[in-house]
């Protein structure tokens, strides 16, 4: 078979257009392709929802690559573990309650399974504003191309439609801060210093819709609500992730 470089130029123009296409306006806009959006829209994917996921970066996984300072494994508690074993993530024990994986292997199989349910990806993409109108409701996302944003040069953004908007931007809680500074009643307290133990416990209580239309999971939830950090232990990131899926999911239906 004879190759040809524009064939291959149509091929991959002509398939990403009908997706930005048809993805202008969707169900789910996860923002942030971390272990809670990941988690998010794999579990709304595999219930029929229609989501596509935005992440500023080239990679898809967030925080996980790099495990613990660099040494790529994470660990997950005996709460989390039934979301391991859902995703076939392979795990070993170490003491009782506390599972060790592979950081690599858990944005593999988290990517895989969002993928397969069909959740779409749109890397290399950044949110930089919101859309809300008279409803008083995050109804839309404004995006616009990281190296745009990255070289500093003046382009407009383009917009999607959503019914819900989900920040799992981490740490910065990006979104909610968007939507803090542009007169919404959110406030974003930042989050607390290192505390393992009540961090995981309080995440899934802090995971919720803090404005309409925009539910916050991760570590962006545990930021909004001032919460401590929980450093390389990721149970409550795939437990905060799956509340973010059951609260929307519901919601739509
Ligand atoms: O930080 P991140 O992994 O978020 P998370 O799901 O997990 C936190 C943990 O990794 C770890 C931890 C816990 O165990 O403390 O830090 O809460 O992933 C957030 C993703 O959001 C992307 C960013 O590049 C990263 O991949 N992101 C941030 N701002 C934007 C964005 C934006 N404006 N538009 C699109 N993506």
């Not at 592979?102 to 779409?120: F, I, N, T």
């Not at 309409?212 to 401590?228: D, I, K, R, W, Y």
Request: aromatic fraction near 6%; charged fraction near 20%; proline fraction near 3%.
């Amino acid at each position: 078979m004879k190759l040809d470089e524009v064939t291959i130029t149509r091929a991959i123009l002509s398939e990403q257009s009908k997706v930005m296409l048809d993805y202008v306006d969707i169900d789910a806009a996860v923002v942030g392709a971390g272990p809670s959006g990941l988690v998010c829209a794999a579990l709304l994917a595999e219930n029929g929802v229609k989501v596509g996921v935005i992440e500023k970066k080239l990679s898809i996984g967030g925080g996980m690559w790099g495990g613990g300072m660099m040494f790529p494994r994470i660990v997950v508690q005996e709460e989390a573990r039934r979301l391991l074993d859902h995703f076939s993530i392979a795990y070993t024990a170490f003491e009782e309650g506390y599972y060790v994986a592979k950081s690599v292997e858990a944005v593999a199989k988290l990517s895989a399974a969002a993928c397969d349910a069909g959740a779409e990806f749109f890397n290399l993409t950044t949110v930089e504003d919101v859309v809300i109108k008279d409803d008083r409701r995050v109804s839309g996302l404004v995006i616009n191309w990281t190296p745009v944003e990255m070289a500093g040069l003046h382009v407009d953004p383009l917009t999607i439609a959503c019914r819900y908007a989900v920040d799992a931007t981490g740490h910065d809680a990006m979104v909610a801060r968007m939507v803090a500074c542009k007169g919404g009643e959110v406030a974003v307290s930042g989050e607390g210093p290192m505390w393992a133990d009540r961090a995981e416990a309080m995440i899934i209580g802090h995971t919720r819709e803090i404005f309409p239309g925009l539910v916050v999971t991760g570590m962006a939830a545990n930021a909004v609500a001032g919460e401590h950090r929980m450093g390389p232990i990721f149970g409550g990131m795939f437990l905060s992730g799956e509340r973010a899926a059951e609260l929307i999911r519901k919601s739509l239906r």
